[in-house]
């Protein structure tokens, strides 16, 4: 079985990966770290054009070069992780391209994984109880089973609300 594990350092992914190490001890798994340059960035964000230079102004490869290495850093702490977890992994990066669910989608093609699994939520700026916009276009688009797993803290959120709406649903 080959597994692909979506991760950005987050207590989310960090979840996911322990949970992948749980249900599946022994799986070959791929550590997938998805990064982008500043230009894309600053592009996607809408900060071109606000005094940070412009298109054809652009080229500093250097900071690109140190983004990569982070990439591939993270991506390394969490093979470690995964190792330590039961999983034979190995690290990958990859540069966003498009939207992020569908590099991953594109990733676990290539790879030919058996199984997506990420966290709920990743680093993004919008924290909510409700999945996150990546796992949520990943579970709508892929063509392979995809196992979504919340933080630590989430999952407790959340049996708070179960546990809420069996009270009201026992009174009604």
């Known amino acids: 079985m ?16 322990d949970r992948a190490g749980e249900l599946m001890p022994g799986s070959d798994a791929i550590v997938l770290v998805i990064w982008e340059t500043i230009l894309e960035a600053m592009t996607r964000n809408g900060s071109l054009g606000m005094g940070f230079g412009t298109l054809g102004a652009y080229d500093d490869a250097d900071a690109d070069a140190a983004i990569e290495k982070g990439a591939l850093d993270t ?4 093979a470690h992780r995964a190792t330590a977890a039961g999983l034979n992994a190995q690290p990958r990066t990859c540069r966003r391209n498009d939207e992020i669910a569908a590099v991953i989608l ?9 199984l997506i699994i990420l966290g709920t939520r990743g680093l993004g700026a919008v924290k909510s109880l409700m999945l996150g916009s990546v796992s949520h276009a990943v579970l709508h688009h892929a063509d392979r089973a995809v196992l979504v797993v919340p933080s630590a803290g989430l999952a407790e959120q ?15």
Request: proline share 0%; aromatic share 4%.
């Open 75 to 78: 991506a390394t702490d969490g």
């Open 106 to 114: 594109r990733v676990a093609a290539e790879v030919d994984a058996d």
């Open 2 to 17: 080959v597994v692909l594990i979506c991760y950005d350092g987050s207590g989310d992914a960090q979840a996911a990966i």
């Open 158 to 172: 959340r049996q708070g609300w179960v546990a809420h709406t069996r009270l009201t649903a026992g009174s009604a």
